[in-house]
C-alpha cells in the first residue's frame, strides 16, 4: 500500500510511555473536532471526538484536550503500543455555507520497541 | 455490516485521458465526501453531498472536476484531461449526517483509490 506522511513530523516514542499529539486550528468558529488514524495503505479511521463546548473528553487509552482560547487541540495516547504507529490527523468542522471538514497536515507515530 | 468501498484501488492513466473514481457509502448514510490526498500530505476537501440538497463544490480545484451522486447513494467523482498534479490517493467518506444535534459525525473512510497519470 501507499505510505503515507514521508515528510510529516515525526513523534517517536517508547513502547508503553503516554504519546501526546498537538494540533492547532484555523477557525474559532470551528464547533467540532475529529481525532483519526491512518495506517499506511488505508483510509483514515475515526479515534475519537470532541465538540466545541467541551474541552476534554475520554475514551479507551485516548484523551482528547481542546483549548479554544489558543485554538489548540491534543491527542494523548496511554501506554503506547506498537500498533498505535501510524499518522495522526486533526480536523475541525467550519460552516462556510455547508459544513466542512479542514484536515491537519498530519504527526507520524512511531513506536519504538 | 460493509463499509465504505471504492474502485478502482489504483488507476494509471496517461495525461490527458479522462477518469471516473467510484465510492459505494455506506447504506443509510446521507453524507458523501470526496478528498484528496498528496504524498505526505493531509486531506484536502473536494466536494460533499447532503441528502437531496445541491453539492458542495468549493473544493473542487478546476473545472476539470466533477462529481454527482445517484439515487443518494453512489458516487462518481470525474476528472477531465488528467494532468501529472491530479496524481494521489483520492479518499471518499460518508457519514449518518452531518449537523443536527444528538446524531454522530463520524465520517468512515474508504480505502481510496490511487491515481497515478503519467
Known amino acids: 500500500g501507499e505510505s503515507v506522511g514521508l515528510h510529516l513530523p515525526t513523534l517517536s516514542v517508547q513502547e508503553g510511555d503516554n504519546s501526546i499529539i498537538n494540533c492547532a486550528y484555523s477557525?474559532?468558529?470551528?464547533?467540532?473536532f475529529i481525532w483519526y488514524k491512518q495506517e499506511s495503505g488505508k483510509g483514515p479511521q475515526f479515534i475519537i471526538d470532541?465538540?466545541?463546548?467541551?474541552d476534554k473528553r475520554q475514551g479507551q487509552r485516548v484523551t482528547v484536550l481542546l483549548n479554544k482560547t489558543v485554538k489548540h487541540l491534543s491527542l494523548q495516547i496511554a501506554a503506547t503500543q506498537p500498533g498505535d504507529s501510524a499518522v495522526y490527523f486533526c480536523?475541525?468542522?467550519?460552516?462556510?455555507?455547508?459544513?466542512?471538514?479542514?484536515f491537519g497536515t498530519g504527526t507520524r507515530l512511531k513506536v519504538l520497541a | 455490516g460493509a463499509g465504505v468501498s471504492q474502485s478502482p484501488s489504483n488507476k494509471v492513466t496517461e495525461k490527458g485521458k479522462d477518469v471516473e473514481l467510484r465510492c459505494d457509502p455506506i447504506?443509510?448514510?446521507?453524507?458523501l465526501y470526496w478528498y484528496r490526498q498528496s504524498l505526505g500530505q493531509g486531506l484536502e476537501f473536494l466536494i460533499y453531498?447532503?441528502?437531496?440538497?445541491?453539492?458542495?463544490k468549493s473544493g473542487l480545484p478546476s473545472d476539470r472536476f466533477s462529481a454527482e451522486r445517484t439515487g443518494g447513494s453512489v458516487s462518481t467523482l470525474t476528472i477531465q484531461r488528467t494532468q501529472q498534479e491530479d496524481s494521489a490517493v483520492y479518499l471518499c467518506?460518508?457519514?449518518?449526517?452531518?449537523?443536527?444535534?444528538?446524531?454522530?459525525?463520524?465520517?468512515?473512510f474508504g480505502p481510496g483509490t490511487r491515481l497515478t497519470v503519467t
Open positions: 467518506a460518508s457519514s449518518l449526517q452531518s449537523t443536527g444535534t444528538g446524531v454522530s459525525y463520524e465520517q468512515y
Open positions: 477557525n474559532s468558529a470551528s464547533d467540532y
Open positions: 470532541i465538540r466545541s463546548n467541551m
Open positions: 480536523a475541525e468542522r467550519v460552516r462556510s455555507g455547508t459544513y466542512k471538514y479542514i
Open positions: 447504506s443509510g448514510h446521507t453524507a
Open positions: 453531498f447532503q441528502g437531496n440538497s445541491a453539492p458542495d
